[in-house]
């Protein structure tokens, strides 16, 4: 049986944080998670789309429990204030959607802490986030960190030596690929670092195939390409939202679209590059993101 949102479990009294949920994937994932009882954040970088998006999940769900906040993933000031304002308000946080992404601009740009601007937003900026948060998750009794990753991480290589193209030539292509197999790098160590600590928290992963979004502004044809193959968001955002509320999910699961070469179709348990399930990477890289945003993993109490 196909996998569809009549089979996410009721979300009532739970808070789910969905980065970037003013538009695209994220938006549908706030939206059906409030749809099922979870009070959402929408942490988005921009205040009046955020509010266009509360307006339109208030339009479609009176009784939605919506609430903005503002973070910009480029920015570790911004990231820590949204985090200190969440753990001054909030007891437990149980879902963490690291939704937000930057995809392919054509020329190297960077963020404000100096990082590359796909692997400073994609990868960084949400491994700051989630360690950053990390205490609320763990408050809660089965909270999930969902990261969402892409089919183009089987393209991608993790340069430890030169993860922000500072010295090497930029390349679009190659910068987006790194950050989305740098992204289940991640989900995969925090995974095994959370279990190691005992902790009741676990970290999935997701990729959405080919759905058609505004994140694909910067690539040629994608206009024609969406026309034959994508799908539209409400498809897309499935995989997100098993990974998020699948009761038979464990950690380090990684779903997508089962159909197509993995494009389109619902969502499933599916594999990955090797070399993105490789630990002694991860922990390398993971080293690398700590001494690059200052953050550690706190200690987990039983």
Same mark, same amino acid.
């Given at each position: 049986m196909n996998w569809t949102r009549a089979q996410i479990p009721d979300q009532s009294g739970r808070l789910a944080i969905v980065t970037g949920a003013n538009s695209g994937i994220g938006f549908v994932t706030a939206e059906i998670l409030a749809s099922k009882g979870a009070r959402v954040i929408l942490a988005c970088r921009n205040q009046a789309r955020a509010e266009a998006a509360q307006s339109r999940i208030l339009q479609n769900i009176p009784s939605?429990?919506?609430?903005?906040g503002i973070l910009d993933l480029s920015?570790?000031?911004?990231?820590?204030?949204?985090?200190?304002? *969440?753990?001054?308000?909030?007891?437990?946080?149980?879902?963490?959607?690291?939704?937000?992404?930057?995809?392919?601009?054509?020329?190297?740009?960077?963020?404000?802490? $100096?990082?590359?601007?796909?692997? !400073?937003?994609?990868?960084?900026?949400? +491994?700051?986030l989630t360690l950053q948060l990390l205490p609320l998750l763990n408050n809660a009794p089965a909270a999930r960190v969902v990261t969402?990753?892409?089919?183009?991480?089987?393209?991608?290589?993790?340069? /430890?030596?030169?993860?922000?193209?500072?010295?090497?030539?930029?390349?679009?292509?190659?910068?987006? !690929?790194q950050s989305k197999r740098a992204n289940l790098l991640f989900s995969f160590e925090l995974n095994r670092r959370l279990r190691a600590a005992g902790a009741r928290t676990i970290a999935t992963a997701a990729h959405p195939g080919w759905t058609s979004t505004g994140l694909q502004r910067h690539?040629? $044809?994608?206009?024609? +390409?969406?026309?034959?193959?994508?799908?539209?968001?409400?498809? !897309?955002?499935?995989? *997100? /939202?098993?990974?998020a509320t699948d009761l038979a999910a464990r950690g380090a699961d990684y779903f $997508?679209?089962? !159909?197509? *070469?993995? *494009?389109?179709?619902?969502?499933?348990?599916?594999?990955?590059?090797?070399?993105?399930?490789?630990?002694?990477?991860?922990?390398?890289?993971? /080293?690398?993101?700590?001494d690059l945003t200052g953050q550690r993993m706190t200690a987990i109490e039983s």
């Open positions: 939605a429990e919506i609430e903005i920015s570790l000031a911004s990231i820590e204030a949204f985090a200190k304002r *969440t753990l001054d308000t909030e007891s437990q946080v149980d879902l963490l959607i690291n939704n937000a992404g930057i995809m392919m601009p054509p020329v190297r740009t960077e963020t404000a802490d $100096g990082f590359e601007m796909q692997v !400073g937003v994609n990868h960084l900026g949400h +491994f700051s969402v990753s892409s089919l183009a991480h089987y393209k991608g290589r993790v340069n /430890l030596g030169d993860l922000n193209y500072k010295h090497r030539r930029y390349w679009r292509i190659a910068s987006y !690929g690539i040629p $044809g994608a206009r024609l +390409f969406n026309a034959l193959v994508a799908m539209q968001p409400a498809q !897309g955002a499935l995989p *997100t /939202l098993r990974a $997508g679209p089962k !159909g197509l *070469t993995g *494009t389109r179709g619902y969502p499933v348990i599916v594999g990955c590059a090797s070399a993105a399930k490789d630990p002694a990477s991860a922990a390398k890289l993971w /080293l690398l993101s700590e």
